[in-house]
């Protein structure tokens, strides 16, 4: 069955500590790899797009990378203001369908 | 201007009772979606629209019955509430491959 698995589930950060989220998947047919940002009480908000192995993708602090496994979402001397959930999603071979991971929850600390 | 709305945006309800959810989108998209997340933020499929036409439908009780009277709205109406509804409700547009998520609906069954 087809499945996105984020880790952590849950990573505290200080201000300007750099690190990174995961994101695997075993969609077979991957037809595009999606991070979304979640604020409590809010929709996912869209941030980026990869379409393929060895794709990269810059806003600001954070990174988004592909590889044919899993992605990872680097975040570059975070803010307190990039607390929030980062949630993945995958997009299979049927094009309106995306699969979610139950995404990392990112709480910097100033 | 918001481009996806929902409302209401909290609805309490009693076991049993009928209750209805309202979305619209004013990105001129043609593919509409309700997801349903729970309490460990997964967000899952339930209903895909694409110009007023069903075209995914996962399982889901009978007891949801989606309709989309034109391809900016897309209504969600659930039938003898159950305890295990209590989730929150995300409608999305997808104009291509980024999906754009309304505020959500917080649903509480006691």
């Known amino acids: 069955e087809d499945q996105v698995t984020q880790s952590p589930e849950a990573l505290r950060l200080q201000e300007g500590e750099s690190s990174s989220l995961n994101c695997s998947y075993t969609?077979?047919?991957?037809?595009?790899l999606f991070w979304y940002r979640q604020d409590p009480g809010k929709g996912p908000e869209f941030l980026f797009t990869l379409y393929s192995a060895g794709e990269e993708k810059e806003k600001e602090r954070l990174k988004a990378t592909l590889t044919k496994k899993e992605s990872f979402l680097h975040i570059t001397a975070p803010k307190p203001e990039d607390s929030a959930t980062y949630l993945c999603a995958v997009q299979g071979p049927n094009f309106n369908k995306f699969y979610f991971g139950s995404g990392t929850k990112l709480n910097v600390k100033p | 201007d918001t481009a996806v709305s929902q409302t209401p945006k909290y609805l309490v309800t009693q076991m049993g009772n009928d209750k209805s959810i309202k979305c619209e989108q004013n990105?001129?998209?043609?593919?509409m979606y309700w997801y349903k997340q729970d309490s460990k933020k997964f967000l899952k499929i339930m209903f895909s629209y694409n110009n007023k036409e069903l075209i995914i439908n996962e399982t889901v009780p009978n007891r949801f019955s989606p309709k989309s009277p034109d391809k900016a709205h897309l209504n969600l109406h659930i039938n003898s509430l159950e305890l295990g509804d209590s989730a929150v409700y995300f409608c999305a547009s997808n104009g291509g491959n980024e999906q754009y998520f309304g505020p959500g609906t917080r649903l509480t069954v006691t």
């Open positions: 990105l001129g998209h043609d593919t």
């Open positions: 969609v077979s047919g991957l037809r595009g």
